[in-house]
Each structure stands twice: as C-alpha cells, then as structure tokens.
C-alpha cells in the first residue's frame, strides 16, 4: 500500500521529466502501480484508514508522484453532483477543450507540495481526454467541472508541470516557465 513516504515532494526531478508512454498492452506491472496509486486514493479517502496511516486526501494521483515516469494517474472523487468519477487511465491525452476557461476559487493543491500556495489556475472548462483504461478499454470522454480541473492537474505532472506554474502572479520557490 502506497502511504506518504512514498510520494515525492517538490524539488525531485522527476515531477519536471516529462513522463513516456507506457507499453501496450499494460505489463502487469504497470497495472499493479495503476491499481495501487488508486488505492491510495480510497484509502485516502477513509476517514480510519486516512487517520491510522496518516494519508493526505487526495482526488488524483500521477505515476510520477511516485517517482514512475510513466504516463499513467488515477482519480477518485465525487464531482458537483455527487457523482463518483473513479479511473486508471493510460497514456492520457487531452484531444481536445474548450476556449473557455475556468479555476477552483480557492486555488489548488498538490499531494507533492507540503505547503499553501495562494492564487487561481487556469483550467480548460471542458476537455475531452483520449486514454486506455485499466479495465483495458480504449475510451474517448468529455469532462467539466472539477473533475475536467483534477484530470488537468494530473496530466501536468505527466509533462514535468506544478499547478503554481501556471499561476500569473506567483513568483515563488520552483516556479518554471510553461514548456512552449
Ligand atoms: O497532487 C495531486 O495530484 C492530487 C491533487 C489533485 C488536485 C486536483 C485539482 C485541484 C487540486 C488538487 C490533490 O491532492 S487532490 C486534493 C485536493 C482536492 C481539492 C482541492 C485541493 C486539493
Ligand atoms: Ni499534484
């Protein structure tokens, strides 16, 4: 079971590599890390379990936070309208989005930030996300909302990207230009 120290904090270079695509068919291997980093995120999620192996909650978790430069997340959570969104996706592509964009109002997170960082990310409003699933589908779905923002979060870390870079007036510790 993955638990905290296992997660790599800013700083580590592999939260800035850009992650490469995983094999097709998925290794068993690939697919046991999948499975495990969505686990963590149940667990995560388990007010007990959150407690005894003291887990930060989180709704998305990307291979490289692990410190697997695969191009692999998962998500679990609920979106506005208490609908669950629960996924292992594999070499995930934004195909498409929106002009319009849209942000959390209270900013964003990171489960490999250990620290507060103020100020709105601009998000596509909607995307439609190309992906292989862990059920081994290839599926073609369009998201909005918070989801769509979890799923754009998780692809930056697929592309060496923290949230802050993308925070106009942010100018503090590991800011990085956005790759052109
Ligand atoms: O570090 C991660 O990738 C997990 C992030 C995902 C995230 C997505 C969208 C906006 C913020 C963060 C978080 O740990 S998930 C927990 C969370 C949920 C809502 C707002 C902030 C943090
Ligand atoms: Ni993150």
Do not use: W
């Amino acid at each position: 079971m993955i638990t905290m120290d296992r997660i790599v904090r800013e700083g580590h270079p592999v939260l800035r590599e850009v992650a490469k695509e995983v094999a097709l068919p998925p290794s068993n291997e690939d697919l046991a890390v999948l499975k495990e980093m969505h686990e963590y995120l149940t667990n995560s999620q388990d007010q007990a379990i959150a407690e005894k192996y003291d887990l930060r909650p989180g709704s998305g978790l990307a291979a490289p936070q692990i410190g697997v430069a695969k191009r692999m997340f998962a998500i679990h959570t609920t979106d506005e309208k208490d609908q669950l969104h629960s996924y292992g996706f594999i070499n995930p592509k934004i195909v498409s989005h929106s002009v319009e964009e849209t942000s959390l109002e209270n900013g964003e997170g990171c489960l490999s930030v250990d620290r507060p960082v103020e100020g709105l990310v601009p998000r596509h409003a909607r995307i439609t996300l190309d992906a292989h699933t862990l059920d081994g589908e290839h599926i073609r779905m369009r998201f909005r909302g918070y989801i769509a923002i979890v799923i754009q979060h998780e692809m930056d870390h697929l592309n060496g990207i923290m949230f802050y870079d993308r925070i106009e007036e942010y100018d503090g510790p590991h800011k990085r230009p956005l790759p052109i």
